[in-house]
T-cell receptor, first 115, second 117 residues
Framework: QQQVKQSPQSLIVQKGGISIINCAYE??????FPWYQQFPGKGPALLIA?????SEKKEGRFTISFNKSAKQFSLHIMDSQPGDSATYFC??????????????FGKGTRLHILP | ETGVTQTPRHLVMGMTNKKSLKCEQH?????MYWYKQSAKKPLELMFV???????ENNSVPSRFSPECPNSSHLFLHLHTLQPEDSALYLC????????????????FGPGTRLTVT
């Protein structure tokens, strides 16, 4: 019920290509879905996030697609650049009425963009 | 200093040692978090402090003891750790208090790489 399944574990994409990372969740109480980007030696940084009232959110080259009925969401990186090479984490969180906030992260996808 | 800072950046300790990790946020946030990041495992939320009130995480062993003296500082006290506790320990902060903390953007520090020998 609490897992967030992320795939693929690693991904290699040519420069200029589209990188796609997928996540699936089980708990329908989740209502906030962020993606974090982490470079080696750094902490994760929020990249883009979506709430379930919209099916897509775009910020620059980064787009989240959200399918509420399938309980899936994905990150698309258009025109991928070598500087995008990092580990990407999806997450799902919920604000629950009994103070028991939850946030669950996927295991991460290591993305490498070939120059 | 800006953002979220953590010290030390690297720590090697024996199983009988006692040490503390420190986190400081300069963002005016009112919620702070400790996470554990291990290889090939999801990021694990260990503790949440919101408005200096702790939200328990029952799956965290008692050899980890958090302390939040004010909204800007967070400590993680370590004692009698095991080798499997070796990991990157990340601190984060956010604005929003308990009701909205985890659904608001979290700002992470660079982490402390802990090795238990």
């Amino acid at each position: 019920q609490q897992q967030v399944k992320q795939s693929p574990q690693s991904l290699i994409v040519q420069k200029g290509g589209i990188s796609i990372i997928n996540c699936a969740y089980e708990n329908t109480a989740f209502d906030y879905f962020p993606w974090y980007q982490q470079f080696p030696g750094k902490g994760p940084a929020l990249l883009i996030a979506i709430r379930p009232d919209v099916s897509e959110k775009k910020e620059g080259r980064f787009t989240i697609s959200f399918n509420k009925s399938a309980k899936q969401f994905s990150l698309h990186i258009m025109d991928s650049q070598p500087g995008d090479s990092a580990t990407y984490f999806c997450a799902a969180s919920a604000i629950l009425m009994n103070r028991d906030d939850k946030i669950i992260f996927g295991k991460g996808t290591r993305l490498h963009i070939l120059p | 200093e800006t953002g979220v800072t953590q010290t030390p950046r690297h720590l090697v300790m024996g199983m009988t040692n006692k040490k503390s990790l420190k986190c400081e946020q300069h963002l005016g946030h009112n919620a702070m978090y400790w996470y554990k990041q291990s290889a090939k495992k999801p990021l694990e939320l260990m503790f949440v402090y919101s408005l200096e009130e702790r939200v328990e995480n029952n799956s965290v062993p008692s050899r980890f003891s958090p302390e939040c003296p004010n909204s800007s500082h967070l400590f993680l006290h370590l004692h009698t750790l095991q080798p499997e506790d070796s990991a990157l320990y990340l601190c984060a902060s956010s604005q929003g208090g308990l009701a909205g903390g985890l659904a608001n953007e979290q700002y992470f520090g660079p982490g402390t790489r802990l090795t238990v020998t």
